[in-house]
């Protein structure tokens, strides 16, 4: 079984800029974003000051109980209802958590049929038995799935882990199927995708103490500051208007040291190469980014908040 704790909390001698702007860059350069296998010192994971870094020393889902302290306390009844034990003492319902920012109006949104409808009555989650046919996952996002996961990984221990925009939810599914995170949640704005993750998950017999949901906007993330340890957001920087205030949204999510791993094709607001791309990472707050143009036709960013 997983057996998830803190580590002790070390103090780390504080790197001069000359010494700690490299540092980070060969980090990226290590990962460089190809298939092949990646290194990444310690060191790059936790940069000056004191930091406490969970780390899972098995292969089990984990049990959940760090997701709470992850969401930001406007909606620690919402994740209660939907992801804690409840009254009846029966495990978590596994429903899907309505997270989005109050005031926000998405009528004029390109997906707005899927963002404003949800059943009236939510249906408790329903893992699928052993003999569940195995699922036929889409070949060409294997090798972003395996790069983000050694750029996650390296330290030992994923930590807490969100897919944002997760679509049908192939990452946010995959990790949690590894055991190797403490916590995973997948973030969408479309309920109809949340609702196509959870079914997925079911049949690949994962439980929602394994991966919770939440519709959520990534503009305004629901999180705590600095309580997440990874964040994916696949395939999406193209799709938003401001890429921007997610990137600044995701920073602050994620703890000194957190990591990202994004695509999207070529076409992202305000970018005209990966140079751009790297730089508005930075301008949104990420200590160090690197990103690159693959096939002419999308980029890839890593990321990493100082």
């Given at each position: 079984?997983?057996?998830?704790?803190?580590?002790?909390?070390?103090?780390?001698?504080?790197?001069?800029?000359?010494?700690?702007?490299?540092?980070?860059?060969?980090?990226l350069?290590?990962?460089?974003?190809?298939?092949g296998?990646?290194f990444?010192?310690k060191?790059?994971?936790n940069?000056?000051?004191?930091?406490?870094?969970?780390?899972?020393?098995?292969?089990?889902?984990?049990?959940?109980?760090?997701?709470?302290?992850?969401?930001a306390?406007?909606?620690?009844?919402?994740?209660?209802?939907?992801?804690?034990?409840?009254?009846?003492?029966?495990?978590?319902?596994?429903?899907?958590?309505?997270?989005?920012?109050?005031?926000?109006?998405?009528?004029?949104?390109?997906?707005?049929?899927?963002?404003?409808?949800?059943p009236?009555?939510?249906?408790?989650?329903k893992?699928?038995?052993?003999?569940?046919?195995?699922?036929?996952?889409?070949?060409?996002?294997?090798?972003?799935?395996?790069?983000?996961?050694?750029?996650f990984?390296?330290?030992?221990?994923?930590?807490?882990?969100?897919?944002?925009?997760?679509?049908?939810?192939?990452?946010a599914?995959?990790?949690?199927?590894?055991?190797?995170?403490?916590?995973?949640?997948?973030i969408?704005?479309?309920?109809?995708?949340?609702?196509?993750?959870?079914?997925?998950?079911?049949?690949?017999?994962?439980?929602?103490?394994?991966?919770?949901?939440?519709?959520?906007?990534?503009?305004?993330?629901?999180?705590?500051e600095?309580?997440?340890?990874?964040?994916?957001?696949?395939?999406?920087?193209?799709?938003?208007?401001?890429?921007?205030?997610?990137?600044?949204?995701?920073?602050?999510?994620?703890r000194?040291?957190?990591?990202?791993?994004?695509?999207?094709?070529?076409?992202?607001?305000?970018?005209?190469?990966?140079?751009?791309?790297?730089?508005?990472?930075?301008?949104?707050?990420?200590?160090?980014?690197?990103?690159?143009?693959?096939?002419?036709?999308?980029?890839?960013?890593?990321?990493?908040?100082?």
């Amino acid at each position: 079984s997983m057996v998830c704790h803190p580590v002790r909390s070390r103090r780390l001698q504080v790197l001069s800029k000359a010494v700690l702007i490299p540092t980070l860059a060969a980090a990226l350069v290590a990962v460089a974003l190809k298939t092949g296998l990646v290194f990444v010192p310690k060191s790059v994971a936790n940069v000056g000051g004191t930091v406490t870094r969970r780390r899972c020393l098995a292969s089990a889902p984990a049990d959940g109980s760090d997701i709470f302290g992850v969401i930001a306390e406007a909606w620690q009844d919402e994740a209660q209802r939907c992801w804690g034990d409840g009254m009846d003492g029966g495990g978590p319902a596994g429903f899907i958590a309505e997270m989005l920012p109050a005031g926000r109006d998405y009528s004029n949104h390109q997906d707005s049929q899927n963002i404003v409808f949800r059943p009236p009555e939510q249906r408790r989650w329903k893992t699928q038995p052993d003999g569940a046919r195995p699922l036929q996952e889409e070949v060409t996002r294997e090798a972003d799935l395996n790069r983000a996961q050694r750029f996650f990984l390296d330290d030992g221990g994923g930590g807490i882990v969100a897919d944002i925009g997760c679509g049908d939810g192939f990452f946010a599914r995959r990790f949690a199927k590894s055991g190797s995170f403490e916590q995973v949640i997948a973030i969408d704005l479309s309920w109809a995708s949340l609702e196509l993750t959870r079914d997925l998950a079911e049949r690949m017999v994962l439980s929602p103490r394994d991966l919770v949901l939440a519709q959520a906007d990534a503009e305004q993330l629901p999180f705590q500051e600095s309580s997440l340890d990874c964040a994916m957001w696949a395939m999406g920087m193209h799709l938003v208007d401001a890429p921007a205030a997610v990137l600044a949204s995701v920073c602050r999510s994620l703890r000194p040291g957190g990591r990202l791993f994004a695509t999207g094709y070529s076409s992202v607001q305000g970018c005209a190469s990966a140079d751009d791309l790297a730089q508005l990472a930075k301008d949104a707050g990420f200590m160090e980014a690197m990103a690159r143009e693959e096939g002419g036709i999308r980029y890839a960013l890593l990321a990493l908040r100082g």
